[in-house]
């Protein structure tokens, strides 16, 4: 009897120990702490982007290292209350530099803001990579995209007019194109945008009137065949955009994942997995 309890305490510890094992490893790729290069240390650099006239507040979590390194531009949403600033901690501390901005006309970046604008600003913090890829490090074959909510629209959007970006990371998507269906979800839309003050806008009606007018634009099922040949990740809190996934699915000659998981809209409790599958995707 003795023996025997022995025994299964020592499974008991045995098992205890393998969990706690399994935690520490899982935890080691997110959690690291950065031995710093001292000819060139990570490090945190203001960014004032130009996009057609205006200035774009952003930040650019340099990587550790002398060398360029391959970069991920964060796409927050509507009106950005989410940034994902956990997961860029994490990319910059797996050598990529991560850049964040904020959109025309939000969070005190200048101009108008418009779903519009936001894909135009991103081709604009692209092309601002490009001219200054030496002064930031930046491997400018090595871009990718990572976009939350309406992020996810404005990353998809932007992937088909950034012919050099091949990759991209849609979560969440908001097709902006959906308020177009319903008068009632329209309205409550155009009422929700008049108390975002942190968005510079004419008005919640002026800021939807454009989807209105030209909803193809808008509807991210016809990006598909612009987006065939892009490595794309699609991942949602619960199955909103199927046809816009088979649609792209269908097309896609790259490499396409779409999965619907057990979670909130900002992938709250599932952050270590968001952060894993988004390294794993990078380094694909």
Not at 234 to 241: A, K, P, T
Not at 249 to 266: G, P, R
């Amino acid at each position: 009897m003795q023996k025997a309890t022995i025994f299964l305490l020592f499974i008991a510890t045995l098992i205890i120990h393998n969990k706690v094992l399994s935690q520490n490893l899982t935890d080691s790729i997110v959690l690291r702490d950065i031995e710093w290069d001292k000819s060139s240390p990570a490090g945190t650099r203001e960014l004032t982007i130009p996009s057609d006239g205006s200035l774009l507040q952003g930040f650019i979590y340099k990587a550790n290292g002398v060398q360029k390194h391959p970069t991920l531009i964060l796409l927050h949403g509507y009106p950005g209350n989410e940034r994902n600033l956990d997961l860029a901690q994490v990319v910059r501390g797996n050598g990529w530099n991560v850049i964040y901005f904020n959109y025309r006309g939000s969070w005190g970046s200048q101009g108008e803001f418009s779903f519009k604008h936001c894909v135009e600003d991103v081709v604009n913090v692209v092309a601002f990579c490009k001219k200054y890829a030496d002064s930031l490090q930046i491997d400018t074959s090595r871009i990718a995209l990572f976009g939350h909510s309406m992020g996810g629209w404005v990353c998809l959007k932007a992937l088909q007019q950034l012919p050099d970006v091949k990759k991209g990371v849609a979560v969440s998507a908001w097709n902006i194109f959906d308020v177009t269906s319903n008068n009632q979800v329209l309205a409550t839309r155009e009422k929700k945008a008049e108390e975002y003050f942190v968005l510079n806008k004419k008005s919640g009606k002026d800021l939807f009137k454009p989807v209105l007018g030209n909803p193809e634009y808008y509807n991210l099922t016809n990006t598909a065949e612009a987006l065939s040949q892009k490595q794309i990740i699609m991942l949602e809190e619960y199955q909103r955009n199927p046809s816009v996934a088979d649609a792209i699915k269908n097309k896609n000659k790259a490499f396409f994942e779409y999965d619907v998981w057990q979670t909130d809209h900002s992938f709250t409790n599932k952050r270590v997995a968001l952060i894993k599958k988004v390294l794993a995707f990078l380094d694909k």
